[in-house]
Each structure stands twice: as C-alpha cells, then as structure tokens.
C-alpha cells in the first residue's frame, strides 16, 4: 500500500507479504540472506577497499604541507688527487642533514587538502550505492528463488493433473463415452506442460547459481519476505525524497565541489612559495690533514657548520603552463557539473520508474487474485457441466490451463511487486545496511579508517584498522538443479 510516509529503518522482520510456498524446514530468511551479503560480497567489500584508498588520499595532499627531512653521507678517497693543494685530502666523510619546512604556497595545499576530504565524502556516497545496489540484487535474487520454486511447484503439480486427466480420458476412450481426439488433445496439454515443467526448472537452476553469486552460499528453504515500509503516495513525493538522500547524487556534488578545490590548486601553480630551510653540514678528514702542510699548530680533523634560511620563489614565467593547467581544472569542473545533472536526471528517471512498476504490480496483484478466484470458480463449473455432457475435455483442458495461468501471473506479480518497492527504496537512498537493521557483527563504519588515515604521519606507518572483510568463493558450491527444494 502507498501512502505519504517512508520508514527510515526497515526491519527485515515481521509477517510475510507474500505466500508463494509451503511451511518449510531449515528456514532462511531475507534478513540472514542480505547480512550474508553485507559480509561476503566482493564487489561490496571491493567498494570498501576503494574507499579506504580515497582515505590515503588526504595525507598524501597534507604531506606537501609537512616540513621534510633529508640525510645524506659519504666517504671520498682519492685514487688521483692534486700534490700540491693542501686542501684535498686523500680520505674525509661528510654528512648533510636538510631541514625544509613549507610556510606557504599561494593555498595549494590547503585547497587539495579540501579536494581530498570532498573525495571522501564522494566515496562514502559511493560505498553507499553499491550497498543499495548489491541489496537489491540480492532481494531480486531471493524473491526470483521464491518466485521460480512456486512456478516449478505449479507446473508440477499441473503436469500431474493432466497425467490423470490423461488416464480417465483413456479410460472412458476404452467405453466410447469420448473419441480419440479428446485423447489427443489430453496427450498433447500433457506434453506442453511437461515441457513448461523443463523450462520452469532451468530458470530455477539460474535463480539458485544467480543467488549463490550474490549472497555466497546455497539458497536453503527460503521464508516469504516481510512487508515492505509505507512508500511515498506520489511520484513527487518520492523524487524529493530521492533528491535530498540518493548516494549516486550526493556522490556527484561532492565531486562537483573537490573539481572547484582542484581549480584553486591549479591557480596556486601562479603564486609564490615561501619555506624555511636548515642546513647542517659535517666533514671529518680521518687524520688527513695534517699530512697535508707543515701547520706550527694542532689542526681539527672535522667541522661542522649549520644555517637557517627563508627561501621566496617567485614564479616570473613557467612557459604556460600554470594557465594550461588551470584551463583543464576549470573544464574539468565544469564537467563535474554536467554530471551532477547528469545524475539527477537519470535518479529522477529511475525513482519515478520504480513508482510506477510498484503501483502497476499491485494492480496486476489485484487483477490476478480475481483472474485466480475466477479461474477456479470456472473449473469447477467446467468439470459439472462435462459430467453431464454439456462441455468437453478441451473445455476441461483450456480450463486448467487458465487456472495455471492465472497463478503464474499472480506469483509474478507479488515479485515485482516487491522487487519494484525496494528499488524505489533504493533510489530514495534507504536501503544501507544500518537502514536494513543488519546485525551481522558491527557494522563496517568507514570513520574508523579515515581518522587513523587522516592521523598518519610516520613513513613506516601500517594500516592497524581491521580490514574491509573477507570475500566468500563459490568454486566448492555444487552445481544447481530445479528438480528439488531445500538443502
């Protein structure tokens, strides 16, 4: 049902919205299969990794900020060396230690510092996405499950009917009370069905392998699903709410302010660069010198000197390139633009989409219950009215298959019912595992990382933040089949 509310969390709990099967052993259920999902799936957790890498991103922008330290030493001998100088000695080691501390930079760094969180901000919106898109693949794969274990189940069930229709049809062929064609016609429904029965089952063998691909493991006795939140009562409604919290949006303006950030870098390449420098400098003669010259007095055999220094670099020409450089920043902004529209439109499009495939199901839903009750109902006057000779085995036969029909429409319909409703969640923007209630541990929370990434200093720092998960692989999965239910 569709009124003007949206529950912010959806609790994977509750009765079901849809009877599609029978009681079950074993029992798994939407919760336990999409907190399987949240834990395992590699393209979620590859989203993850993708967002830590956008973590390293601020210090690196930070680093050209930092003041850096330089070492270096060597030890000179002289294989040639000048008999007359008394300078040169043939052995002396020498060490310089360099102290170099930016002061400023015309704000470059402080601007791709800015760049760079904007990026993070960017990527969580991303991390967000794919979550919503891997749960609503992993809700479509589990309602298709559903969805096909009841086709299968129908078809099987109508293949039956029709091998006892078939029987009687002979039956009462062998007393002439029907003709050879009746027993045709009974032979060949009992053959289409047989053949809907194969095809049914080779689209449940492509539900189960596409569930193990999402969600990582077999599909067990999977239980309805709950019902889903109140939904928007207008397609309005639902844009606005989509507007103000689709990650795929948010992710697009976030881009579109770090391309401004990166359009102020670019004009700092113009501005002057002030930094302090510190020099030490030491050298040791090894005993040399005073080999060297006839000194009346004690020579030192090392030295060290030190300095401080400002040092001003005033760019005067650079050939162009700064303005280069600032050009491609400012159309790369503007690009950054476009496909925050871009993106808009194309979130417009899709929550208005899934509005409309969610109000048509629910309508089909309604219109297959009274096809189904129908259906049933005209059956059942079908087979009076045969027993008295008024109506024919086809009757019978153009009888059942509408019934079957009917019910196959019906189980369709209350899955893109579902599917369509949390598609249109998922264009709203809630659809993340904490929207979904998970419990499957804690929750991965991408702060962690950015703040022991964001306070980094060390050269020879490790990431001590736990990892974005483990992925699980379905090489040792059996091969699916549609024949069978449960594992």
């Not at 050009?327 to 529209?341: M, V, Y």
């Not at 933040?465 to 379905?474: K, L």
Request: hydrophobic content about 40%.
């Amino acid at each position: 049902m569709i009124d003007g509310r949206v529950t912010r969390k959806l609790l994977l709990l509750g009765c079901p919205a849809m009877v599609l099967v029978a009681p079950m052993l074993h029992a798994e259920d939407l919760r336990s299969a999409l907190a399987a999902t949240y834990a395992s799936n590699p393209t979620l957790l590859g989203a993850r990794e993708q967002l830590r890498a956008a973590d390293a991103g601020v210090p690196l922008a930070r680093a050209d900020g930092l003041p850096s330290l330089n070492a270096t030493a060597n030890e000179t001998e002289y294989v040639r060396q000048n008999t007359a100088s008394t300078t040169d000695m043939p052995r002396m080691v020498t060490a310089v230690g360099t102290l170099t501390v930016p002061l400023y930079s015309g704000g470059g760094v402080k601007n791709a510092i800015r760049a760079a969180d904007t990026r993070v901000i960017a990527g969580r919106n991303d991390l967000r996405s794919t979550e919503a898109g891997v749960f609503t693949q992993a809700v479509t794969a589990y309602l298709d499950v559903i969805r096909t274990e009841a086709i299968v189940r129908l078809n099987r069930a109508q293949v039956q009917t029709l091998v006892t229709n078939l029987k009687a049809t002979s039956d009462r062929f062998q007393i002439g009370d029907v003709t050879k064609t009746d027993v045709a016609q009974s032979q060949s429904r009992l053959a289409v069905a047989q053949g809907n029965l194969r095809s049914a089952e080779a689209s449940l063998v492509q539900a189960r392998e596409t569930y193990i691909q999402i969600i990582g493991h077999e599909a067990g006795e999977l239980t309805p699903p709950p019902p889903l939140p109140a939904l928007p009562a207008t397609p309005d409604d639902a844009v606005g709410l989509a507007l103000d919290a689709n990650p795929d949006l948010a992710a697009a303006r976030e881009r579109s302010k770090a391309a401004g950030f990166d359009s102020d870098v670019a004009r700092a390449a113009r501005l002057p660069k002030v930094s302090m420098i510190a020099n030490g400098n030491y050298t040791d003669y090894l005993g040399q010198l005073a080999l060297r010259g006839n000194f009346p007095f004690p020579i030192a055999q090392s030295a060290a000197t030190a300095d401080v220094s400002i040092r001003a670099t005033i760019p005067l020409y650079q050939g162009g390139r700064p303005s280069a450089q600032i050009k491609q920043a400012q159309a790369r902004e503007g690009q950054a633009l476009d496909t925050e529209i871009a993106t808009e439109r194309q979130v417009i499009a899709n929550v208005r989409a899934s509005f409309s495939n969610y109000r048509a199901a629910n309508e089909i839903i309604t219109a297959s219950q009274t096809a189904v009750e129908a259906a049933e109902l005209s059956l059942r006057g079908v087979k009076a009215e045969n027993s008295v000779g008024n109506r024919t085995v086809l009757d019978i036969l153009n009888a059942e298959q509408e019934l079957v029909n009917a019910q196959v429409q019906l189980v369709t319909a209350r899955r893109n019912a579902y599917v369509a409703g949390f598609s249109l969640l998922s264009a709203m923007g809630r659809v993340s595992g904490k929207d979904l209630g998970l419990d499957a541990g804690t929750l991965y929370d991408p702060e962690i990382h950015y703040r022991e990434a964001r306070g980094t200093l060390s050269d020879w720092g490790v990431d001590k933040v736990q990892g974005a998960g483990q992925p699980t692989r379905t090489v040792d999965t059996p091969a699916q089949n549609g024949s069978t239910f449960g594992n």
